[in-house]
Nanobody, 122 residues
Framework: VQLQASGGGLVQPGGSLRLSCVVSGFTSDDDYAIGWFRQAPGKGREGVSCISVNDGYTDYTDSVKGRFAISRDNTKNTVYLQMNTLKAEDTAIHYC???????????????WGQGTQVTVSS
């Protein structure tokens, strides 16, 4: 299984970014979930959002509810994280990961992609 994250960048406070995670290696019979995690300098890895690929169940950490939206396009094997109203505290390396159910616990994830840097600054 491989995960490829992209879409990070530099954005001003209040701006938006969309992250993408392309997933390969699972079969159509597999039931799995993709999560987004982030790690700011000097801090631990935090679960941001997750989505169950088959039934679309989602979960979000409280600090991003109402600002971020996770979605999937199963025809493209891609999960998106739309991030709106970005704040300086959203600055972090963002990672996507795969698990067998939707979880914001980084220790529960089985596969990890490389990170993509999100910087929110004026």
């Amino acid at each position: 299984v491989q995960l490829q994250a992209s879409g990070g960048g530099l954005v001003q406070p209040g701006g938006s970014l969309r992250l993408s995670c392309v997933v390969s290696g699972f079969t159509s019979d597999d039931d799995y979930a993709i999560g987004w995690f982030r790690q700011a300098p000097g801090k631990g890895r935090e679960g941001v959002s997750c989505i169950s690929v088959n039934d679309g169940y989602t979960d979000y950490t409280d600090s991003v509810k109402g600002r971020f939206a996770i979605s999937r396009d199963n025809t493209k094997n891609t999960v998106y994280l739309q991030m709106n109203t970005l704040k300086a505290e959203d600055t972090a390396i963002h990672y996507c990961a795969a698990a067998f159910q939707c979880s914001l616990n980084s220790g529960y994830q089985t596969y990890w992609g490389q990170g993509t840097q999100v910087t929110v600054s004026s």
